[in-house]
């Protein structure tokens, strides 16, 4: 099988370069363009992406001529993942899938727009089918997939399973994410040494609405958002990779920790029947241990490192008719971006989107 | 006026530290003895105490020698302030308190016994009036008064004033806590580095159940837990000093963030009227800041510093009827420990007590 | 006595948030007006600076305007201190200087400038006599004073003693610096956590060769440069503030480490004989710890917070004829920056220069 | 080839563990037994191990009973991996060595002794020679052959040719050391948050004594140290994993820097000549970057992860006659310690001594 051609729109940041990395390998897809700001097209991909990975930036792409970020740049690639940010995507995106490409973006303009499929596989992969109800009402002949929030989908992962099995009414969450999630300059050394930021702009709207969609049921051409509620609150702290999260969740029904371990730790989903490349085997691990999920560990986890999550600390919440509340941990750039969108192109190839 | 002496007892480690600190130029009591583990007995303080405080050993007490902790060893006391293990405490206390001082104690032990006076001086100074019963039932001269724990102090601080304007159902609380809340060697920095332990043993019960003493009704010689759900879920993340926490409060009726930011700001309570030593001027600081509280500022918070707690992004809470959520961040061994056990002891000397 | 109307230039980053804080309450000068980048000027100080400081923003500065950095803007003052970057400094410094001001400046350029007294008071006040040659030279009425790159500070005060008792002939210096050296968006947190960057741009030039200058003798209209050699190599450090040196020196003749700790213990000079409000009592501290000095705790050694530097580990050096070596560390934005530029103004004042 | 069966003693702390993944898929050797102290004996390895790695414990070994670290426990092994505190191993190790054991050991205890090879297989394979000497004055069977402390590792490797090259009258080195050297429990994270430990006990000894030995001649049944004077400063920050090192070197002859790169990127040696499978490709990689080399980076380098140091900004020193600066890092854990001891082992059986 020919390898489908693809490029990485904004490959120069922390998400680019867990796309670059998750790509050069990859058996369905074959990298063949990287592109950055006008600052950076020209240059060689090694010479603008500051490389935070711990290993070297791949021989394969190192040399690459970065080129700029333009839908007639890219022409030798049907596939592009956009990790750009928000505001150029919004404009850049449209215009790639009306010219034609199928555009996996990680960016977070257009997420809850009624006609844009907002897609975690192993939570939503029907919703695929809006691409056609996008492409007719924008006659577009390429499309826009997104993937929500970092830290949305590290929870709504293990929210479908609970949700399928003993029904949620609300949900409480408290993050700490980590200094990835705000791009390589983000956030300066002197405001997290020794401390806690407890806000990240425009973070806990996102994962309040966010989840509403993806754990919607989609009826005809429109998703009915979930009847639950979501309240967040969103704090980054001294970590490198890895978003861990306290979750508080009133069920439909009583279930005791363990059934909800059993539930979480049985889940599979569509990826894992498919067996995408990127799925993990079990997108949730169960912990026993009394002190995990830690990020330091978590942030490796699953067959597919990065793209599992861990589940720890599962009990009774006593403050929630129903309630339980558990930790969970995953890498947000992996599970939480660029192996998000790459999971999605994926699933669309498998169904024949691509 | 004579002032009153005072013994710490298990005086070397981080609580003690900032006991001695506090205590060296109170304008009531004299600091007159040092105890700490056959170990270290006998050895000058500044040469056992692993001091973790940015300045150095106050030369008051940095030559002198540490006395073994047992009741015979601080005759010269009156009044001694506890930072020692649990374990220990649950020993040594109840025969010092027979002995006929007067015990203000940091430690966890006896904490939820009906005739211990548990107290914050702002939330329950009447609950003083348990010293009696505890004397009459135990046929002590002296007694018992125990602060709660330091992740319980900083929120319980902010729901006094709500409870009283608007009444508070249900609290959800996610703690981001600080190193020193381990002691000197509890955490490792292997541990820690680049990571996060979302756990702290015990902790969590603690936070769940000694809210419900201190906002609890003092009915002759009992107190009527107060009837509140609280949930908790506790973390140690790579800070030094300074606990930050998520709150999501389930009012009694609906208040506006504004409202709420009015009530907490304003919040004065006996220890400020009494004008004691420790107490600040406003034990609740609202910060505007779109992202404060932070530890490393809020910390060393208030006229007296480290005593007032800083609250910050109050804002509604969308999954809570009539709810709100805000952070809020103290530090967790000045007005978390010792200040808080200092405060105690000058609200019972105000009080008559001593 | 009147007080000097004083203005800081560049007042919103690290430096001049110290500046701030060491000149709010000065018994000899007065703040009038701090100045900043065209994009700051207008507005409050609070809402420009990003206080990094553990305290508020003084509440004397926190409504402030702003102004833009023009010699024209400053006139109520007589003295400034500038702590603009060294490519705006170079243009301003000259102006402001022509215009009749004295400018205590600790930006890095003109310091080898043979006309421009590059000072610590406690090691080369004399070199305060380049003055006259600056006026006379470029026909200014004001002048530039200079103080030296924060790493040079921290160990040439130690050097001084060690010259005048033993004779220095090399010096190899191995620096741990803090991130507030770069200022608060110089180093982000996803370069520094978990990590090393032993490289910072321009520093080791500096830290070979201001020392050579401070240690030299004012000949004439000249300072012959110190006959002796030093080597640097820097590295940064997740650490706030202070920075930590380890100093390898070949004396001229031998001395044991009691001799040597002697010597700089002992250590005064004319800031400490003159008494000026800025300069600590000992500016050099020797301890005994086997581990120390820390930055965590060095930071803020000595009377005059910040302002002494404190020694540690002296011991022989088996590589070295007449080796000894030793471990230095000092508060980089305080007795390496601000501090140093207060001090050196001061000393003007008290030599008649201001 | 049937493979040699081998045992780690002390195998729960952080060089264990590492032993445990460099032999847990060895091509020559088969962990067969892993021991730890009494309290831990008998207990499953997944249980005792506070395992710090970013991966699982590996199943191979999780379940495995730790067996007390005595000869009599371990007798289905021929070659035994030391991880123990030098005061055990002081003890055991003989006792291992006189059963006919083959002891290769990181621990500290015997390395100056003179009939102990004291071995960097890069460095000086021909020393392995001592262990007839051993046998036949001490009457084994078997033998102990020793790896250096983890500072001396790094820097000797580059020490190694440029003897050969240029010649190397004196070396000062100044480390920044990681936190896992310490083992898991060393450094408490109050003690290195935001600061740095200028003081490591008894590294300066071993680092200023180790490499004349390493590096010095074997003539007949001794060693002749190295004609060179050494001088080390050792520092504790906060890093996880990977020692950084500056070093100034006074040659015997000039070289400029690109040639002393020229020397260091070319170097192989023996065990890349024998193949040894943990013998990485290029023991020293040159960086051209100039911020390089970093911990974070570094401590991955080679072909075997970990067992590569890499050296950067190489310059000219202008305090040494014919002196170069540079800086180098390496995993103090793999290359510094369990590496080192596997690849020591690895030689021994290349040269038939297993």
Known sequence: MAK????????TGTVGQHFVKLLIDHPWFELVALTASERSAGKRYAEVAKWYLSDEVPEEVAGIEVRPTDPGAVEDAKLLFSAMPAEEAQKIEPA???????????????????DVPLIIPEVNPDHLALIDVQRKRRGWSGCIVKNPNCTTIVFVLTLRPLLDAFGVKSVFVSSMQALSGAGYAGVPSMAIENNV???????????EEEPLKLLGKLEGK??????MRISASCHRVPVLDGHTEAVFVELGRMASPEEVAGVLGKFRAKPQRLKLPTA???????????????????????????????????RKDPALKNG???????????????????????????ESYL
Do not use: T, W
């Not at 489908?4 to 490959?11: C, K, M």
């Not at 009306?98 to 555009?103: D, F, H, L, P, S």
């Not at 429109?222 to 009847?227: E, G, H, M, S, T």
């Not at 941990?329 to 498998?350: D, P, S, Y």
């Open 197 to 207: 930021i407890p806000f990240i702009a425009r973070e806990e709207d996102k994962v």
């Open 4 to 11: 489908i051609p693809v490029a990485v729109l904004g490959a």
């Open 222 to 227: 429109d998703v009915r958002l979930a009847p």
């Open 324 to 350: 339980i509340k558990y930790l969970v941990c995953g890498h947000n750039v992996i599970r939480g971006a660029a192996g998000a969108a790459v999971l999605n192109a994926e699933l669309m190839k498998a």
């Open 96 to 114: 790639c899938a009306e010219a034609g490409y199928i555009v996996s973006s990680n960016s977070s303009n257009f997420r809850m727009d009624p």
């Open 280 to 314: 993990p085997e079990h997108p949730i691990i169960v912990s026993n241990a009394q002190d995990m999920p830690q990020p330091r560990y978590a942030r490796n986890a699953g067959s597919v490192p990065g793209m599992a999550v861990v589940v720890g600390r599962i």
